[in-house]
């Protein structure tokens, strides 16, 4: 019982001491982001790394689920006769969950573990020691434009998701199953508010990209510098993007979608 | 005599409980090339991390150029670091960068020089370790004793007062191995710097050193100029020296009585 209750505050410790070192991280990210902007090379890069490179993933992706929403959709409305509602159906799952949350965990998936794999292996090799030896700050040069490349694309590969998602959902539905092009478009235009279901699509994606970044950062710096601490590390950043995303999703939608 | 550039003093270091440095004093003069010496693991290259502000030590003071630098603030450390140049075991290149961009990043970093400037400048350190030719690779191209000497050029770009080398011979064959000894003779004096070489190739540094320490279980067990170290009776050296299996640096890892494990059938 006493080992127990040892063991379980040893644990609480623990955790509150990892999220307190986060917290200082996530800190000093911030106070040496001036270069990410004055030197916006560093970020393009970035970006490009980790948006530009995580297209074709994210594309397919969003055609697929948008397919069989469509496919899905069709089948449940057409039992209550309101098969012209596909289009508003499709829409506001992508806008207000699927897209942030799938894109989230694609981007996890994708780009994360690229984010971590590369900072684990530049301190296994001495990089990023060498750089501090250097009088330049790796978190200045190495860690701030890899988090801020992260909070930028997100969003943007979120949208692009749900923008190939609902072009999934008119192939079933108008091209294949041959509901009415019009309907199709006029009810989703009726149906979605921009502030309330995009912007919060929105909101939703750019908290993902920050969680996923920082901890995709985070594993990486602070990983033991062997061939096993980096695919920890690495193993880390997806586990708990994926967790971060379902619990902060599950937090704004029951902020953001109350019904009330 | 001169102010030394580096100086310790009873300077004590642990990792937790586990005590690395104890009570050490040494001094590395200006202009001159010091190796420190000593078994895997005997705290050497914490020495170096110390001297460059990546530890603080636990006890006594390290001065570089009259500065201790424990008490330096982050700017404050930066700006020693820039005269300071530090050349890790395996390079430490930029893998995602070529040669050339390797050895601008400090030049691109800390200073405002036009690019034809730092083109100039990049090219006359490469040449300078034999690889101008070599500008436009990567470093996963280069042969380990290449990758050696990009490293070096690198850290010789600003021209710094003090080099610090981790291992600089480990894992190269013989003609890489002389190439980088002689180079690091020949920078040192080239630039006026003071180098300080944390090695155990005891054959390459008596021919390129000034000074040697020889560190044993965290103290400085020996030291003197390399012909004190060919000719002494100290049993530390003579086995370091000689290359010698068992000696004061016992071939065993402490363990209980052999016979009384063997009988007891436990290790």
Known sequence: ?260 | MPDPLVRLENVSFAYGERTILRDISLSIPRGKVVAIMGGSGCGKTTLLRLIGGQEKAVGGQVQVDGQDVATLGRDALYAMRRRMGMLFQFGALFTDMTVFDNVAFPLREHTDLPAEMINDLVLMKLHAVGLRGAARLMPGELSGGMARRVALARTIALDPMLLMYDEPFTGLDPISLGVIGQLIRRLNDALGASSVIVTHDIQESLLIVDYIYFISEGKVVAEGTPDEIRHTRDPFVHQFVHAEVDGPVPFHYPSDDYAAALTGGKA
Do not use: H
């Not at chain 1, 790394?49 to 993933?57: A, H, M, R, Y």
């Not at chain 1, 057409?78 to 799938?102: F, H, K």
């Not at chain 1, 901890?215 to 601490?229: L, N, R, S």
């Open chain 1, 1 to 260: 019982m006493g080992g127990g209750i040892r063991k379980l505050g040893s644990v609480a410790i623990d955790v509150v001491w990892q999220l307190g070192f986060i917290a200082r991280f996530f800190w000093l990210i911030l106070v040496y982001s001036g270069q990410s902007f004055t030197r916006l090379n560093l970020t393009i890069r970035e970006l490009y790394f980790s948006g530009v490179l995580s297209l074709l993933i994210i594309l397919v992706s969003g055609l697929f689920v948008g397919l069989v929403l469509g496919l899905q959709g069709y089948e449940i409305l057409q039992r209550y006769g309101s098969s012209d509602s596909m289009g508003t159906m499709v829409a506001l799952s992508l806008l207000r969950e699927l897209g942030p949350v799938v894109a989230g965990l694609l981007f996890a998936s994708r780009a994360g573990s690229a984010v971590t794999a590369e900072i684990g292996l530049m301190k296994v090799t001495e990089q990023l020691k060498a750089m501090d030896m250097m009088a330049v700050s790796p978190i200045a040069r190495v860690v701030a434009p890899r988090f801020w490349g992260g909070v930028i694309s997100m969003p943007l590969l979120a949208a692009m998701f749900s923008t190939m998602g609902i072009f999934g959902g008119w192939l079933i539905g108008v091209v294949f199953i041959g509901i009415d092009d019009g309907a199709f478009w006029s009810q989703m235009q009726a149906a979605v508010d921009f502030r309330y279901d995009v912007l919060n699509g929105v909101i939703k994606s750019c908290a993902f990209g920050v969680a996923v970044s920082l901890i995709a950062v985070f594993q990486g710096y602070d990983c033991v510098p062997t061939a096993e601490g980096v695919s920890r590390a690495i193993t880390r950043t997806v586990v708990s993007s994926a967790l971060a995303i379902l619990a902060l999703d599950f937090v704004m939608t029951s902020f953001m979608f109350r019904g009330l």
